[in-house]
């Protein structure tokens, strides 16, 4: 079956510090790779994706390749900001499913002043 | 709508009683998804419907719980006899036929006491 591993939190910056959060995947088929994101007391929100190996997902500074050699789809940010403080889920969905996602645990952020 | 919607967005009941979640999707989204977010869970699939038929049953957690879809349109996510272990916020998402995007709505908080 499919499943989604990612670094578990808390992560902790300080403003304009690098951010990398780890995810890994397993699929049987060739999966969309996903991040989404969730702020305190919202709703998940879409942050970037990737259809395809070697495609590079990016919005709002945030960036992810698709890389299927390693099965991976790691998060980066160059300089995080306060506001980017929120909980990171990675992603996958499967065409072949359903297109239904299935969740890695969530990376809770914390970027401090 | 302008976006997913979710009605009630808080429930608390008391154990054994039943209650229905509704999920209202963005007009022209004919797949539409059910996700329950608990602590010690993550985030899980529970269903999803293409049009008003339900392909995928499998992540329904017991037979206390079923769903329906009519018009193409409106969800309910049905719980019978409340347990405690139901308690979670539960997520509706929509996405266009064949699309690997899905929007979510802001969830229905769920508390059975």
């Known amino acids: 079956g499919n499943s989604v591993t990612q670094m578990e939190g808390p992560v902790t910056l300080s403003e304009e510090a690098f951010l990398t959060i780890n995810c890994t995947y397993t699929?049987?088929?060739?999966?969309?790779l996903f991040w989404y994101v969730q702020y305190p007391g919202e709703g998940l929100q879409l942050l970037l994706k990737?259809?395809?190996?070697?495609d590079k997902g990016s919005n709002k500074g945030f960036e992810a390749t698709y890389r299927k050699e390693t099965t991976s789809f790691h998060l980066e940010k160059g300089s995080v900001q306060v506001s980017d403080s929120a909980v990171y889920f990675c992603?996958?969905?499967?065409?072949?499913?359903?297109?239904?996602?299935?969740f890695g645990g969530g990376t809770r952020l914390m970027v401090k002043p | 709508g302008a976006g997913v919607s979710q009605s009630p967005s808080n429930k608390v009941t008391e154990k054994g009683k039943d209650v229905e979640l509704r999920c209202d999707p963005i007009?022209?989204?004919?797949?539409l998804y059910w996700y329950r977010q608990s602590l010690g869970q993550g985030l899980e699939f529970l269903i999803y419907?293409?049009?008003?038929?339900?392909?995928?049953k499998s992540g329904l957690p017991s037979d206390r719980f079923s769903a329906e879809r009519t018009g193409g349109s409106v969800s309910t996510l049905t719980i019978q006899r409340t347990q405690q272990e139901d308690s979670a916020v539960y997520l509706c998402?929509?996405?266009?036929?064949?699309?690997?995007?899905?929007?979510f709505g802001p969830g229905t908080r769920l508390t059975v006491l």
């Open positions: 007009s022209g989204h004919t797949a």
């Open positions: 990737a259809t395809k190996a070697d």
């Open positions: 998402a929509g996405g266009t036929s064949g699309g690997d995007t899905q929007y």
């Open positions: 419907f293409q049009g008003n038929s339900a392909p995928d």
């Open positions: 992603a996958l969905s499967d065409w072949n499913a359903g297109n239904m996602l299935t």
């Open positions: 699929a049987t088929g060739y999966p969309s």
